[in-house]
């Protein structure tokens, strides 16, 4: 961890001896009139492990409260993270040496919940300051003076009782070098080996490298220019041109400095019209996969099992151009999982036939596709992502209202642009998909040449309406293949109808059913058996399978809706 700007490391210095015979005479009269003086040495950081870059080493931490964090850190590359629990108040403590009769600053920076920052020990007064809380990093700062028989202190952080965690990092102790004297800086590490080039789009490169030792970071150069910047081994440089070769470096960094760059490899993105292309089984389970942190199990997309076929990442964010969405992955809310491991994830389940889209939307979504304007930035800014995470697709789930004309015309654009790989998905609400005049059904059905599967949520509604006109009450096997058989008979392709439910009962406000009833309305309107009283006049044994939310709520429950579902559905004719 680096030190705070405020801190310099500078080496203690004497004072100038003068040359020549002016010098022994200056010396001879101090001497005489007893002015001798020795040099003051400068200030320093009597801490050690000061930004926990050596994890927990030095520090002392009850109840083992403590851990390390790699974010947010305030520099460097960790942090301390420690949680109260009960009675406990999660107190991190140092001893430190210092030097009797002396005055020091004691700082600290700290994010998160209460955090307290003092010192005991002094020989005189021992102090302490603290923050009742901050969502961003903020300095504490205090200043104590020792006794005159006062060789080693303890400097202290901690919370408060029911409260939150809190982050600390960058601890000083600044003042005469107690006699340990102030930590090693570090060196300016060696170039990176092994940089290789990995999967390419035609709009980016996917490179990897060797750790170097030391380093907190790493720089990234195209052609001799700063591309981009990690602090791990890997990174994907975007904002490329299709079927051009690229000369890559990489420099290794930490707080002393850069290295050299590492010897050049080439790279050539594909040609347009390329990318990742995976084929969606005949039948399929679909998941939405959370970028942010709910009360659900937090996943990385490595987590997510092999029972999903189709996972959608859920959700990409609307900009401040209509239409045009984005993608920020939650690192913080993900406890840390990183940008360069979310997208190799999505490259190993590619490589496992799995589909990785990408969803907009969802409940609080504000995404707007309702002129050609926003049709074309909507179409624009999707297919950029595909391009550069390499997402199969992308998931419709605006449930906040939805105009057939333009997002028809948004989704033909994406489809000429990605090609005949483009997956496309959609999750409308029941009362979206009780009349063919709906402009959900009209969407549907106006991409119907190129609509890979409608998954409709069969839950947080109230009673509706099935193909046979009679009403029908969520939770049955009867609410999912009576309103199924609407879209059913209205257009779609059975290979473009599946049942979306929650994975759990805290996966939505209501609606759950357990996943026999899943099983048994995917039986009766494949096969025509397990039906409840409704039964369809005849079987769809193409239907494309089940949708759920959430693969984290499915986590949480112990995986008991895929682990039911999934083999069942690819058990269907």
Same mark, same amino acid.
């Given at each position: ?8 490391r500078?080496r ?10 002016l ?39 009850a109840?083992? =409260? !403590? *851990?390390i ?6 520099? $460097? +590359?960790? /942090?301390?993270?420690? @949680? ?10 140092q ?5 009797p009769n002396s ?5 600290s920076?700290v ?25 961003t990093?903020t300095k ?8 005159a ?18 982050l600390?990092?960058?601890?000083e ?20 080996g092994g940089?290789a ?7 980016s490169v ?6 170097v =030792? !030391? *380093? ?5 150069y195209?052609? $001799? +220019?700063? /591309?981009t910047?990690? @602090?791990g081994?890997s ?5 490329l041109?299709a ?14 400095g ?10 050539r ?34 987590d ?16 401040a151009?209509?239409g045009?969405v ?10 840390g ?14 490589a ?8 907009i939307? !969802?409940e609080?979504?504000?995404v707007?596709?309702d002129?050609?304007a926003s /049709? ?15 997402f ?7 449930e ?30 029941t009362?979206d ?5 709906g ?14 599967v ?13 193909c ?11 609410f ?23 994975a759990s ?8 059913v ?8 995917l039986?009766?309107?494949?096969k025509g058996?397990?039906c ?6 005849k079987?769809?044994?193409s239907?494309?399978?089940a ?19 999934g ?7």
């Open positions: 961890m680096e030190r705070s700007a405020g801190s310099s500078r203690r210095r004497s004072r100038p001896v003068l040359g020549g015979t010098a022994v005479v200056a010396a001879a009269a101090l001497t005489v009139t007893g002015l001798v003086s020795t040099a003051q040495a400068a200030d320093v950081n009597n801490a050690r492990n000061a930004g926990f870059e050596s994890g927990l080493a030095n520090w002392t931490c109840g083992n =409260s !403590g *851990a964090v790699s974010s947010p850190v305030h520099g $460097g +590359t960790s /942090a301390l993270k420690a @949680t109260p629990a009960g009675q406990d108040n999660a107190k991190c403590s001893a430190v040496k210092v030097k005055t020091y600053t004691l700082s920076w994010q998160g919940g209460y955090a307290y920052l003092g010192v005991s020990g002094t020989g005189t007064t021992d102090v302490s300051t603290w923050s009742p809380g901050s969502a990093w504490l700062s205090t200043s104590f003076k020792t006794g028989n006062t060789t080693s202190v303890t400097v202290y952080t901690h919370g408060w009782y029911g409260q939150a965690a809190y600390a990092d960058d601890f102790v600044t003042g005469p070098d107690g006699g340990g004297g102030e930590e090693p800086g570090p060196v300016i590490p060696a170039a990176p940089l080039a990995g999967a390419t789009t035609t709009s996917s490179l990897s490298w060797n750790a =030792s !030391g *380093a907190t970071g790493y720089t990234v195209r052609d $001799g +220019t700063k /591309a910047t990690s @602090t081994t990174a994907t440089v975007t904002g041109t079927d051009t070769a690229y000369q890559f470096s990489v420099s290794a960094t930490n707080a002393a850069e290295s050299v760059k590492s010897a050049a490899v080439s790279a993105t594909a040609k347009n019209g390329t990318g990742p292309v995976t084929t969606v089984p005949k039948h399929a389970v679909t998941g939405y996969w959370q970028n942010f942190n709910n009360g659900a199990a937090v996943q990385k997309l490595s997510v099992p092999a029972d999903y076929d189709i996972i959608a990442v859920s959700f990409a964010d609307a900009t151009t209509q045009a984005t993608f920020n992955l939650d690192t913080a809310g993900l406890n999982y990183t940008d360069a491991q979310f997208r190799s994830d999505i490259k190993a389940k590619q496992a036939g799995k589909n990785v889209i990408i969803s939307g !969802g609080l979504g504000t707007r596709v002129s050609d /049709a074309t930035a909507f179409s624009n800014s999707v297919y950029a992502l595909m391009q550069d995470y390499g199969n697709g992308v998931d419709i789930d605006l906040n209202g939805l105009n057939a004309t333009y997002m028809t015309k948004a989704l033909r654009q994406l489809s000429a642009k990605a090609g005949s790989g483009l997956v496309i998905t959609m999750a409308p609400q009362i998909m009780q009349s063919t005049s402009e959900y059904f009209k969407t549907a059905l106006n991409v119907n040449d190129i609509l890979t409608v998954n409709m949520q069969y839950y947080n509604s109230g009673s509706m309406l099935g046979d006109g009679k009403v029908y009450s969520q939770g049955s096997v009867d999912l293949t009576a309103l199924a058989c609407i879209q059913l008979e209205g257009g779609l392709d059975p290979s473009q109808v599946g049942i979306g439910v929650p009962t805290r996966g939505a406000g209501s609606g759950y357990s996943p026999s009833i899943v099983n048994a309305a039986d009766c309107l494949a058996t397990n409840g009283s409704f039964k369809p006049s079987t769809y044994p239907l494309r399978g949708m759920t939310w959430s693969t984290n709520w499915d986590a949480t429950a112990g995986f008991a809706w895929s682990k039911a579902v083999p069942h559905v690819r058990s269907l004719p």
